[in-house]
């Protein structure tokens, strides 16, 4: 197949003629432009002219005056926004895994609790996001991000210290009453909740808003960051639930602690590094919608809304606008609708290497060592989409690469799903086990389906950064909130529902019928996208036509000369 000369993407127009960057007045210092290398470095040339010390010189120009081929953000700010991202998704996922863990210790006779947990945090994800995208495109965008981080660790703290008496009553002589258990298990869920919104409200501010306008005008630099923040991203989906289940191993009590001291020292890191870019990027300080900045009678500025009236405005528009959601019709109605819907039912799986897939691999015969290697072995080639997907991008573009990423998905999923159902029947259900209760025949089928689960992983997280692609370049910056909380809320719904499966199917003979419903996702998924591509783009494939016929003219013309 050729690729198409609309696909691919163009070429980088030349560099505007320079032009001095003047102050107040028509004087000031002239600044050269950045040099950059590859990987996106760049040191700023010292100017002719030192500025004020009380005037902090941008870093970045605005977005009126970055040029269309502008290079990548320089090195000390991309370490900023990569520290803060860091720290805000190693104790999002820390928690996330350590919380099952606690609960699991508290409630070692019962998955309900677990189940309840999960569930609710999952519907106050699907509720609360209305809100959220209001905040976010309707706040300043510091305070907004400054809010999410610290209502995050404040929910955790809250969390852990609900937690640690749950745990001490049940390792002690102390015991609790029925209605105190009660009364502490639904404190920890409803913080949970608030953890939970402000990690979506971080995570889309960052991810969908302050990355677009830092790669403002540079497509190439735009696709580098993404990938490198979801790098960030499955790192620690890897390295934080295992490094904290090492120490759950050797101490419920302890890791309740080293996950509460974690966030509690990282937040003060966290806000002073994202205030740093937001204040060396001025196209972030822009103010949009409801929280502009407003002249006074005198000429006097108003302050910006402050982290804590951010979080107060957010609380009261979640008692206002949980249902139904105003963004739902824009996003329905917005051309970028079928990639972000299409990624969002991807999210009803129980094929993940999560709770649902790591207990089935358990309860038919696998051991936790050969677990953890599977999934370690499982996030090292989602990690390697990180470096295929730019490629493939930069090489037939967005669109197109987002239908070969879920073909690659689609096509090792029916092959581990294949493999799964046909195990029991090639290695006979009778033969023996490998001394952990399940047979031959069963622990092949799982392998089957694990390998085929992981290898699928590589398009799903192609898919992903593509479709997160076409959703930065084509939703409206002060509308990119409500579009990406709406998505947001799709995916929890989504992911609701996996849950909601297993708790139907909950014997380990029935978790066939959850793989059935996750793979029937995927092909929806497909579906849709496949309609998407075809109604962009006018076909989905390249004829061989053309090129044949250009190639027999050629050996006509030769014999004929």
Known sequence: MQPSPTDSNPAASPAPAESPRTGAGGAGPVFTPLTVDDEAAAVPVVPTTEPPADEERPVLPSDAEQPTDAPPIPRALAARLYTSHVLSTWNARV?????????????????????????????????????????????????????????????????????????????????????????????????????????????????????????????????????????????????????????????????????????????????????????????????????????????????????????????????????????????????????SFALSVLYLTVLSFSGQMVTYLLAVGYSARAVGLVRTASTLLELSATWLAPRLMARIGVVRGGIWSLSWQSVWLTAGVAWFFAGGSVFGPTTAGSGSGGSTATISAATGLAVGVALSRVGLWGYDLCAQNIVQDEVPFDHRGAFSTAEAALQNLFEVLSYVATIVFSRPDQFKWPVVISAGAVYTAAALYTGFVRHRRGHLFHSPLPPAQRWLEKRFSRRHA
């Open 95 to 339: 928690f996330e895994f350590a919380a099952v863990l606690f609960l699991a210790a508290i409630f070692p006779d019962t998955l309900l609790p677990l189940s309840v947990y999960a569930v609710v945090r999952g519907v106050a994800a699907l509720f609360g996001a209305e809100a959220v995208g209001a905040c976010i495109d309707r706040g300043d965008r510091l305070a907004v991000v400054r809010a999410s981080i610290v209502g995050q660790r404040v929910a955790v703290v809250v969390s852990a210290g609900v937690f640690w008496v749950m745990a001490r009553s049940t390792t002690t002589t102390t015991t609790t009453t029925p209605h105190l258990t009660d009364g502490l298990f639904a404190l920890a869920v409803a913080a949970a909740c608030v953890e939970k919104l402000c990690s979506v409200m971080n995570l889309v501010a960052v991810e969908r808003d302050w990355v677009v306008v830092i790669t403002e005008g540079n497509e190439g630099g735009r696709r580098l960051l993404n990938a490198r923040m979801r790098r960030i991203d499955l790192f620690c989906k890897l390295a934080g639930p295992l490094a904290i289940s090492f120490v759950a191993a050797a101490s419920t009590q302890a890791a309740i602690w080293v996950v509460l001291g974690t966030n509690a020292v990282s937040v003060a890191v966290e806000y002073f590094c994202i205030a740093v870019v937001y204040r060396r990027v001025p196209g972030l300080q822009q103010r949009r919608l409801a929280w502009r900045e407003e002249t006074a009678p005198g000429g006097v500025r108003s302050r910006a809304p402050s982290p804590v009236s951010v979080f107060v405005s957010g609380l009261r528009a979640v008692t206002r606008r949980v249902l139904p959601f105003a963004s739902l019709p824009f996003y329905v109605r917005h051309p970028a609708f079928v990639p």
